[in-house]
């Protein structure tokens, strides 16, 4: 887990002389900007002829020895007569990097390391782009090919690691964060177009650009994709190089065999995540994900005995969940650390959360996190394994009963499943009419209508200035899963809207802090196996995550394997937003977007409205959050 940087040039340079060291000065600056990514060391490697340049941070977590730094050249230079032919910079963990170290072994490569990013060069050795076919875990890495004079690139299965860019014809210049290219130079320009989006509908990404990010004249690299370059001779290519087709469906799954699997899958993500050579614990929070995550550790034992949990608390707010974590600790015997969190607290730490955000957050809860891995860095914890991801890919929101009714409609299932009546059984309000049946039977006319309610709801957001509205407002977008069932929400969610923007705020709240966060939830053969699961396995009898908590049953206590409630980790925002402070920085955010003809001017004569994290139309929080960012 590091922070990495790099420059690769269409025009070669001599190795000496004032462009040599103006490409160091510009990598240095490039590192110092995400230090916090990797506070363990720092490296810096320019090739021969000066076409290619990485910077490195970095966060040991494995072989922390110093054979281990980056950047990685392989072969291994052992005398005047050998070149490397490839280097390496990688942010992230490889967690079969030792299954296939055994197996390149076997094919007559030597090791002189521990570490996972040997391994990955030597794979790249020997498979070239088919070896992210091979890789299990969360990474961003690049690779100089001297032979070729190739750059080579790829970010994981999810978007866990960042990858972000800028080419402009006469080079290439990435980093895992946008501050490090911005320190090589390159502008900082707001995208109006993903400002609109967010302030009137919420939207943090672009569905139908995944490479879209909220500055101008820079990109990310979409999950699941790898990046080719030869400068000088062709322009960058991007490519897919994995993805699920959620409409396959083993439709004569035996149940007790998927539970077997499930929990075989889920135990052997967790068994390869908590391989580190530093402390590992657990983000508690209480809920079914992450309880779930701290008691197949416990079972395992494969970590050391001081296993800690670390958890938000929200003293005196109804949803505050700290008994639950509580309880889940004490029946583990776990070694426990809590954080109260407030609205003082989100006033002071407002610019450095901003700061390492980088673009527009959505609610409060983005701060509990940051605060989380806050205390795992005060209490030396290096490695914190965390829940998400089951929610997107297990059906954990309310939300998704909509989906799950509407496909069984269309089976006529629907009245005689009983799973309405279960559900309001459980607690659960989710609504289903006219419009559920309408989608159900026509979801092409569905999707046009829904699309069109929501730009016309954006585009009535009346604190708006008319001109922003009329410049922004063509380039408005909205988007809907393309399969109206269960399967097709969940994967909507999971890759193409929704999860990557969770990963993104976890990702900056664990470096900014020096922190590495594993999603065991997110293994990709463990989600393969769920997406060919009926919907029934997800969702039954009222239940959602029906097959986990069918898994977890009589491993954790009823009480958290069968809780009905979903909180869904919400900090009291609404009362938040009533801290002076707060109302302050709202004003003062009002303020800046009417000087940038965002807001109109009456905007500001506006009482803040305080409301809650998921409030659909939280329109102060958006424009706190946005502010910045202008």
């Known amino acids: 887990m590091c922070g990495i940087a790099g420059i690769i040039s269409a025009a070669s340079s001599a190795l000496q002389g004032d462009r040599h060291i ?34 490195h941070r970095r966060l040991s977590i494995i072989d922390l020895s110093a054979a281990a730094a980056q950047p990685m050249h392989y072969p291994f230079s052992t005398g005047s007569d050998i070149t490397s032919r490839y280097t390496i910079i990688h942010n992230g963990e490889i967690y079969n990097y030792r299954e296939l170290r055994d197996e390149l072994s076997r094919e007559k490569y030597v090791f002189r390391t521990q570490s996972d990013t040997e391994v990955m060069l030597a794979a790249y050795d020997y498979w070239q782009e088919d070896c992210l076919d091979q890789f299990e875990g969360m990474f961003a890495f690049a690779i100089w090919d001297e032979q070729e004079k190739e750059f080579f690139a790829a ?57 879209e990010v909220f500055f101008e004249n820079i990109h990310k690299l979409p999950p699941a994709s790898f990046l080719k370059y030869r400068p000088g001779k062709e322009e960058p290519v991007i490519e ?112 450095q ?14 701060y509990a996190q940051y605060k989380v891995f806050e205390l795992a860095h005060q209490n030396g914890v290096k490695v914190l394994l965390d829940g998400q991801g089951a929610d997107e890919t297990l059906a954990g929101y309310h939300q998704y009963y909509k989906w799950y009714w509407q496909e069984l409609f269309h089976q006529r299932k629907l009245f005689r499943s009983g799973e309405i009546k279960a559900a309001r059984k459980n607690g659960v309000n989710e609504g289903f009419g006219p419009r559920n049946i309408v989608a159900s039977l026509f979801p092409d006319l569905a999707t046009v209508v829904l699309e069109r ?51 993104r705020y976890a990702d900056r709240n664990s470096m900014a802090h020096g922190r590495e966060c594993r999603l065991p939830f997110l293994d ?56 002076k402070d707060i109302r302050e920085r709202v004003q003062e955010a009002r303020r800046k977007l009417i000087q940038h003809s965002i807001l109109a ?27 910045p960012f202008i």
């Open 22 to 55: 103006t490409l160091q000065i510009r990598l240095k600056a490039m590192t110092d900007a995400i230090s916090h990514r990797g506070p363990d060391g720092e490296g810096i490697w320019i090739n021969t002829d000066g076409r290619a340049g990485f910077g």
């Open 453 to 503: 309610q929501y730009l016309v709801k954006a585009l009535r957001q009346d604190d708006l200035n008319r001109d922003f509205v009329k410049g922004q407002s063509k380039d408005a977008y909205y988007s809907r899963p393309a399969h109206f069932n269960l399967n097709g929400a969940l994967f909507f969610n999971t890759f193409v809207h929704g999860l990557e923007e969770l990963l």
């Open 240 to 351: 897919k190089y994995w993805d699920l087709d959620p409409s396959l469906q083993d439709k004569k799954t035996d149940e007790a065999a998927a539970i077997e699997k499930f929990n075989s899958l889920l135990k052997e993500s967790i068994n390869k995540r908590l391989r580190s050579d530093v402390l590992t614990g657990t983000s508690l929070s209480g809920g079914l994900d992450s309880s779930s995550i701290a008691a197949i550790s416990h079972e395992l034992k494969a970590s050391n005995q001081s296993h800690k949990s670390f958890t938000a608390i929200f003293p005196g707010f109804e949803k505050d969940e700290s008994l639950f974590a509580d309880q889940v600790a004490r029946s583990l015997g776990l070694a426990s650390y809590t954080v109260p969190v407030s609205a003082e607290g989100l006033a002071r730490d407002w610019d």
């Open 524 to 579: 990709h053969s463990l989600v393969e196996f769920v997406f060919s699961l009926p919907s029934h396995f997800k969702i039954r009898q009222g239940w959602t995550k029906w097959i986990l908590r069918e898994t977890m049953k009589g491993r954790l206590p009823d009480t958290i394997a069968w809780r009905k409630e979903k909180i869904g980790f919400e900090p009291p925002q609404q009362e938040w937003m009533n801290h």
């Open 155 to 211: 970010r994981d299965r999810f978007g866990e690691k960042p990858f972000f860019y800028h080419y402009d014809g006469s080079g290439l210049v990435f980093g895992s964060e946008m501050k490090a290219i911005w320190a090589a130079g390159v502008s900082k320009t707001p995208n109006l177009k993903m400002l609109f989006n967010f302030i009137t509908l919420g939207y943090v990404d672009n569905p139908g650009k995944p490479g």
């Open 601 to 627: 001017p009456s905007a500001l004569a506006k009482p803040v409205r305080a409301l809650s994290s998921h409030a659909p139309d939280n329109f102060d929080w958006r424009y706190l959050a946005a502010a």
């Open 353 to 366: 959360l901003v700061y390492h955000q980088e673009e527009p957050f959505s609610s409060a809860s983005i």
